[in-house]
């Protein structure tokens, strides 16, 4: 997927399209989502056994249709994509559990993209792999320099660590907030609880209640 491709917000491909809840369609924030996430699930399969492999990775919105998976040049994920072969990346970020006074209306907010790639045909030289590195250490610590507060990798240390290119191929993106939506929920006189217990980066210690016990 080119630059403008990977930019434009129009409708997902099919083998991303949204099925369940299509309301919760937010494809066109994938590379804001991708920006701040911080673990890549990533799904290949190796002979006729499916595998999920959590990776750290980078992702700048400047380079919308790449993505650089962070491992190590010997791992089984780096060979299958060698090869070419095609991948499916998730990144999720769970910012609450939703709780309701059915059980069916539990539910998850949740942050989502899913990314369908493969290795880019170009991969970066030993110069571009700092400058990708460097960029991931700031995305994941904001504020730490090379050469300020860790010494920069030498060639060697680059050579023994992979940043694989990807490119994406297609993507959706989908997210859900809010409290519970079930019978009764938004009725503070309805018996049992519900409401949000909030989690992840930056979110309050307590839960929020959408009504009594």
């Not at 994938?30 to 799904?43: K, N, S, Y």
Request: neutral net charge; hydrophobic residues 40%.
């Amino acid at each position: 997927m080119g630059e403008s491709e990977a930019s434009a917000a129009g409708p997902a491909p099919r083998a991303a399209k949204i099925r369940a809840h299509p309301e919760r369609d937010r494809t066109g924030e994938a590379p804001r989502l991708l920006e701040a996430g911080l673990v890549a699930h990533v799904g290949f399969v190796e002979g006729r056994r499916p595998v999920v492999i959590p990776m750290t990775y980078q992702y700048a919105a400047a380079e919308p249709g790449i993505l650089y998976l962070h491992g190590g040049v010997k791992g089984r994920l780096m060979q299958h994509l060698a090869t070419g072969a095609p991948v499916c990346v998730t990144v999720t970020e769970v910012d609450g559990l939703v709780y309701s006074r059915t059980a069916l209306n539990h539910s998850v907010n949740y942050r989502s993209v899913v990314a369908f790639a493969r290795a880019a045909a170009r991969q970066p030289d030993v110069a571009e792999r700092e400058r990708i590195l460097a960029a991931m250490i700031a995305r994941y610590f904001p504020g730490r320099t090379a050469g300020v507060d860790y010494a920069a990798p030498t060639e060697a240390q680059l050579d023994s660590t992979a940043l694989v290119a990807l490119e994406i191929e297609e993507w959706s993106a989908k997210v859900r907030t809010g409290g519970a939506n079930g019978p009764g929920d938004d009725d503070p006189a309805a018996p049992g609880s519900a409401g949000v217990v909030p989690l992840g980066r930056g979110a309050p210690a307590s839960p929020a209640r959408q009504g009594r016990v």
